[in-house]
């Protein structure tokens, strides 16, 4: 039997802060390392590991070797609008996290699909406040209960990749609360989240106007103060820029460490009495009981009453489910979904994403997945003894791609590879070696050498046109045949890391049109990089495009194997050079030529589905000629069985859109957040997502919560079932299934306001959600709560949140934009109350 004790109270608490010093009590707010707090084993306190991220749980070290599970990018997630499959992925974070030491997980991100070009668009839930906060507390709930902390991000507002370490964001009061700060509430009140994690990003909320983490009305006022928040605020890594600003801001944990401005600043700033002790104590408490949460203090178990759970998830198992069942039918016109195995003999499966699909975006949810499968192998395993014949058929990929040293190159000397040296400020060589594994980049860097150089004879013998490059970040010297083709001054730091500049360096080039075999030498210098709070290392990304088939004949290859199929499957989508953390999109159009193919194959083939592989929407021009098409997203490690399972009907693609997809460019309200003057303007107010595209008119190639499944339903009734004593609302809608095969549905409930009020409130919002299954021509009836939060508004006068008297109608249907009941409801007005939950709808 343990000897442990369940967790620590506040007296355990205030014992152990007794005990430290004010060196330790510093020590404890700043990271000890990139990934870990400070040990103080004297009061039997061990370090505590944090890990990314959204899409799985990466680990605490740099090993090439440790890989980790590699879920659905976040939105599929949501997709689903499954408050049981949040939980199951809940689960799934808290056991990837104990088979990693993992104790607090950087996850999940709240903040909103404000415009569809964002670069971590895929990493949020939903458009939709109450949908992302539905979700997130389910999975943060689940998590914590197994005992591993989950770390909400990113307070608040930080909702744009462009400038994201200097811009601020001017929302006004009232769209803060009915729409950014919500989900973040429901997660501090409701899942008693044991960290959030502060922006790089600032506010100007009309009052004041600073950086997230010394904001201290948002940090202080609200999220502690106001919503009770007891656990740990920490630093995005890098992100902390004062001392005294941020620690009365209401930061608790800078991250990462030990250097920073807090690693010897925050000291003298305590001894000086510019911090008191008392704010000390406050942070230092904090972290206490987190580490009491997660175990990390000597006889302490960590919280959580279904810890032993972990060892009972079937990881594997659960991804492909999600992943399927996330999958959204945008068009079935046919209805030739899903196919018996024995009715195909053959597959064209067609596309670039075919061949190399993209299953995660890049940047801080990037794992090193534990098992890769390709859409061929899956496809020809679940259509037994069929033929899968797969073709590019299009150009996605703008980048070259990394030159091969093993197969292409040879050092100075004449041995296969490249030579890299390291040089120090002199130029004197402190290391040497020749390598034919180069991947781009140099890790851990010794900290004497300021200069890491390349040296290799690239051999060219194909005959044609070859590009021949390197891309690379800060100072360089890049000469290619004997002729310097880039040159840079800039000594650059940890800011490429936080932009990340550094994972996708565009490639300076150079083209040489070979008509008989010949070689050309590279000699790149490049910068070693020693930035603070990170590892060092140096970046130089060798690429060569040979010679290939041209987008015509990949095309005309790929359009024969369609005609001679019995199904076309074509995957078109994004890559990593578009959807990734750092940067936004400049446009959302696919890459390359594959709206050309798609309307090809169709042409081709009728009996033709397309499959889009994407994280954030992508205009998709041919739509209304398709007679299938299925929204794949970035579904992680076991993305092409998932497809597989869709394809035949193992699993039912049973996902709802959780935002908008755009049929045109100019139609999408807030087509770009790039900074203004260094200030994001949130100039449609609470009106984000699919609200302005009601409130504006336009019509997008499918509206918020679009989803068709393999089977189709009629809505038969909906009323009030009954009202609580809070005034919450529960409704029961009926449903059939007119098709032919079991389905699930999921019922959506907007609210529209009583006419009349004289309130700036959407035309429409989301009220309520809810899943319900039943088999071919069953009926189901399913409860919808609607919370009393969902009629409230903020006001600004009062500061808190009223409900405006008057007849509300609730619209339920399918989507935003197919609504096939309705229900009127009086609500009486209510008093201004500063500290009620918020909902997230106004």
């Not at 998590?143 to 200097?166: I, L, P, W, Y």
């Not at 851990?444 to 004879?457: E, F, G």
């Not at 197919?818 to 409801?825: A, G, H, Q, T, W």
Request: aromatic content about 4%; proline content about 7%; hydrophobic content about 40%.
């Amino acid at each position: 039997m343990s000897t442990q004790t369940p967790r620590t109270t506040q007296a355990d608490e205030a014992a152990l802060l007794a005990a430290l010093t004010t060196e330790e009590k510093v020590r404890l707010v700043v990271g000890a390392g990139l990934w870990s707090t400070t040990a103080v084993p004297r009061i039997g306190l061990r370090a505590m590991h944090l890990s990314d991220g959204p899409a799985g749980v990466r680990g605490v070290t740099d090993d090439p070797t440790e890989t980790a599970a590699s879920f659905p990018a976040p939105s599929a997630l949501a997709a689903t609008w499954d408050r049981d499959l949040a939980d199951e992925v809940g689960a799934l974070f808290a056991a990837e996290a104990r088979r990693h030491g993992v104790d607090v997980v950087l996850a999940p991100q709240v903040n909103l699909q404000r415009t569809p070009v964002g670069g971590r668009h895929f990493e949020c839930y939903s458009e939709d406040p109450l949908l992302t906060g539905e979700i997130a507390v389910h999975v943060v709930r689940s998590a914590q209960d197994r005992g591993v902390g989950m770390c909400v991000k990113h307070f608040v507002a930080n909702d744009s990749e462009t400038e994201r370490t200097t811009y601020v964001s001017r929302v006004d009061e009232r769209t803060l609360r009915e729409v950014y700060l919500a989900p973040f509430e429901r997660l501090v009140r409701e899942a008693r989240a044991w960290s959030v994690m502060g922006a790089y990003s600032g506010v100007d909320d009309g009052t004041t106007a600073a950086p997230v983490l010394e904001h201290r009305p948002l940090l202080t006022g609200v999220l502690k103060d106001e919503w009770g928040f007891d656990g740990v605020v920490v630093s995005d890594w890098v992100a902390t820029n004062t001392v005294e600003d941020a620690a009365h801001g209401g930061l608790d944990l800078q991250m990462p460490g030990p250097d920073g401005p807090w690693g010897d600043g925050l000291l003298d700033a305590v001894r000086d009495g510019r911090v008191s002790g008392q704010t000390l104590d406050d942070k230092v408490l904090r972290v206490l009981r987190l580490a009491g949460r997660v175990g990390a203090l000597d006889g302490v178990e960590p919280a959580g009453e279904r810890r032993a759970d972990v060892a009972d998830v079937d990881v594997r198992a659960v991804l492909r489910r999600l992943v399927g069942r996330s999958m959204v039918v945008l068009r079935d016109t046919d209805h030739g979904l899903p196919a018996a195995p024995g009715d195909v003999r053959r597959v064209a499966l067609l596309g670039p994403n075919a061949v190399s699909p993209f299953v995660q975006g890049g940047g801080s949810a990037y794992v090193r997945p534990e098992r890769s499968a390709t859409p061929a192998d899956a496809l020809a395993a679940a259509f037994a003894g069929a033929e899968v014949d797969v073709h590019a058929g299009a150009v996605s990929r703008m980048l070259p791609p990394q030159l091969d040293l093993a197969a292409r190159c040879t050092d100075p000397d004449g041995q296969a590879g490249a030579l890299v040296e390291l040089l120090d400020a002199d130029g004197t060589v402190l290391d040497a070696r020749t390598t034919t594994s180069w991947g781009g980049w140099l890790r851990d860097v010794r900290a004497d050498a300021v200069t890491v150089r390349l040296r290799t004879t690239v051999r060219l013998d194909e005959p044609g046109r070859h590009e021949v490059g390197v891309g690379t970040v800060g100072r360089h010297l890049v000469a290619i045949g004997g002729r310097v083709v880039s040159r840079g001054d800039r000594v650059v730091g940890a800011e490429v890391i936080l932009d990340s500049s550094v994972n996708q360096p565009v490639p300076t080039t150079v083209v040489l049109d070979v008509t008989e075999p010949t070689t050309v030498e590279v000699d790149a210098h490049v910068q070693a990089v020693h930035p603070v709070g990170y590892a060092s290392f140096a970046r130089a990304e060798l690429v060569h495009r040979t010679p290939g088939t041209t987008p015509d004949e990949l095309l005309a290859d790929a359009v024969a194997a369609a005609a001679a199929a019995d199904l076309a499957v074509v995957v078109v989508g994004t890559n990593e050079e578009i959807e990734s953390e750092g940067y936004d999109r400049t446009s959302l159009a696919l890459p390359g030529t594959q709206d050309q193919l798609v309307k090809e194959v169709v042409a081709a083939n009728p009996r033709t589905v397309v499959v889009v592989n994407a994280g954030a929407p992508v205009l998709l021009p041919w739509l209304d000629e398709t007679p299938c098409v299925v929204w794949g997203w970035l579904g992680g490690q076991e993305w092409p069985e998932a497809l597989a399972d869709v394809l035949t009907g193992a699993t039912e693609p049973s996902g709802r859109l959780p935002w908008t997809l755009p049929a045109h460019e100019d139609d999408v309200p807030v087509p770009d957040a790039v900074p203004v003057g260094g200030v994001v303007d949130y100039h449609e107010g609470v009106h984000v997502g699919y609200r302005s595209w009601l409130r504006l008119g336009r019509t997008p190639a499918a509206p918020f919560g679009h989803g068709l499944g393999w089977t189709t339903w009629d809505h038969e009734h909906a009323e009030v079932a009954a009202r609580t004593g809070d005034g919450d609302l529960l409704v029961d809608v009926t449903v059939v299934n007119t098709g032919t095969r079991a389905g699930r549905e999921v019922v959506q409930v907007y609210v529209e306001p009583p006419t009349g009020t004289g309130e700036d409130r959407p035309v429409r919002w989301l009220g309520g959600f809810a899943v319900v299954h039943a088999g071919p021509g069953g009926r189901a009836t399913t409860r919808v709560h609607v919370r009393a939060d969902a009629l409230r508004t903020w006001d600004i006068e009062s500061h808190g949140w009223v409900t405006p008297a008057g007849t509300y109608t609730l619209r339920v249907g399918r989507s935003s934009g197919d609504l096939r009941l309705s229900i009127d409801v009086d609500v009486p007005s209510s008093p201004a109350h500063p500290s009620a939950p918020a909902a997230g709808t106004p």
